[in-house]
């Protein structure tokens, strides 16, 4: 389908197109969000808000230091794995100002997956909070990095709390292991020798790569797409085209300058890095960062100092949070905003949350390779629980089925993106970047969707992770789905399993909240739902579901156990 299909189909103050040629880069977005809005709150994070002007010097301040301290040339890769703290920000901007190319890397990677990306991007630098020195002094050897730039905790908190702070990590809850590392420089001391001098502007242009975002791994090896300046303003202004519909006053949805976003999912994941680091700029709003919202207590204390507005988050994380019981009496007047990605949205979930906050859950669907807004369902009552909406402006989807055939509306394939988010490609990896990406400019995502006649599309399954029983395809999202309706399952997750019978069998493991669960209960509720091909042949109940750190159930590893 052409993008003019949806064209009718967009709510009112949804515009059908974005203007490419608005900015040139991110850093240019940036630049001129930190002078439109200088004296509003850009991030807050431990109790310290930095403005739009003070992000805009301390990150000036951290590219000066890489022009006149470092021989990185534009489009180095530095890699930046740290969690939500205020460094991430300035890192981040400070290294696209300075022209290089930022390699987000995940603080809860092992030294393998380190080495792997740092090698696979041939990054020169690095910058890391100290908790992870250990595992950067182990992975150091087998890199090409010249340069350290060491951060802590407490780095732009008052003198002495941040003293206090840094002791507590250190030497109380004995989170910094010991190393050694005397090349590292202090983020502080970045800061301080890059200040006063002049930042020189790097040329970048919207071809230009802005980050390498390594693909999660669910398949073999992990695999850097290259996100271009234009992939990343493209999508920021598409987010934002959604953001301006208009609400029942008449009046766009999310106002400028006046919305207070919570951030608990993490950065350096392609969701969070676009809709709470980039996006909030076009509009410069208020980006409250939780560096740890597993900690579910601390987290529902921080909600209650903010008049918050929006929340972006996932399955997993709405229910952790209603499940603690202080979280109903928070101050829900002003919320107005849930966006949920990155893995399916349980129905369930939703319902419960609507309930308990007056917050409707808007689904939306992307990956890491279309940076990564594809698709999000309109705000409000014109929102459809169980699809991903309508794809953004400027964006066209289509289905085919396995031999490359258009399907027609309502039929299931695989669907396939085309539009200015989509990547270059996969760094030196040209044989892959074909098999996803053809001379149009399609990009096949590996999951299976339906468009549905009205326009609204719906993703099944991913493809490999589909499970033929008996020659009918099972998918286990919606296995998934119906099992999770049952009040006394906190979560699960079906996979296919080799069957004499049948080819392959569902095998269904669940993580019980109510410990009576019997798999016999579970059976004859599966039994009152599926037609019987469905239903699951083995239940298995566990403590936990293996997890990426951002709340996806690892299929995969469940079906290495299996």
Known sequence: MQPDFWSDKRPAGVPNEIDLGAYKSVVEVFERSCK??????????????????ELDRLSG?????????????????????????????????????????????????????????????????????????????????????DYLIEAKMGDLLPSLKGWLVNTVVKKVKKMVPDYQLPQAVAFKSVLKLGHGHALKPAKVGQDDIAVLQYTGGTT????????????????????????????????????????IMIAPLPLYHIYAFTA?????MVNGNHNVLITNPRDIPGFVKELGKWQFTALLGLNTLFVALMDHPEFKNLDF????????GGTALVKATA????????????????????????????????????????????????????????????????LCIKGPQVMKGYWQRPEATEEVLDAD????????????????????????????VSGFNVYPNEIEDVVMAHPKVASCAAIGVPDEKSGEAVKLFVVARDSSLTA????????????????????VFRDALPMTPVGKILRRELRDIA
């Open 36 to 53: 439109k809005f200088a004296d509003r709150p850009a991030f807050s994070n431990l109790g310290v808000t930095l403005t739009y002007a």
């Open 61 to 145: 301040a951290f590219a000066a230091y890489l022009q006149k301290h470092t021989d990185l040339q534009p489009g180095d890769r530095i890699a930046v794995q740290m969690p939500n703290v205020l460094q991430y920000p300035i890192a981040v901007f400070g290294a696209m100002r300075a022209g290089l190319v930022v390699v987000n890397t995940n603080p809860l990677y092992t030294a393998r997956e380190m080495r792997h990306q740092f090698k696979d991007a041939g990054v020169r630098a690095l910058v890391y909070l100290n908790m992870f020195g250990k595992l950067v002094q182990d992975v150091l050897p087998d890199t090409d990095i």
């Open 220 to 259: 073999g090896v992990a695999k850097g797409a290259m996100l271009t300046h234009g992939n990343l303003v493209a999508n920021m202004l598409q987010i934002d085209a959604c953001l301006s519909q208009l609400g029942p006053d008449g009046t766009p949805l999310m106002k400028q300058g006046q919305e």
């Open 276 to 280: 709470n680091c980039m996006c909030m």
């Open 333 to 340: 007047s002003h919320f107005k905003l849930t966006n949920s």
């Open 351 to 414: 319902e419960r949350w609507q309930a308990m906050t007056g917050c409707p859950v808007t689904e939306g669907y992307g990956l890491t390779e279309t940076s990564p807004v594809a698709s999000t369902n309109p705000y409000g009552d014109k929102a459809r629980l169980g699809t991903v909406g309508i794809p953004v402006p400027g964006t066209a989807f289509k289905v085919i089925s396995d031999d490359g055939e258009v399907l027609a509306l309502g039929e299931r394939g695989e």
């Open 441 to 468: 400019g399609w990009f096949k995502t590996g999951d299976v969707a339906v468009i549905d006649p009205d326009g609204f599309v719906r993703i099944v399954d991913r493809k490999k992770d589909m499970i033929i």
């Open 520 to 539: 016999d209960e579970l059976k004859a509720f599966c039994k009152e739902n599926f037609t019987g091909y469905k239903v699951p042949k083995q239940i």
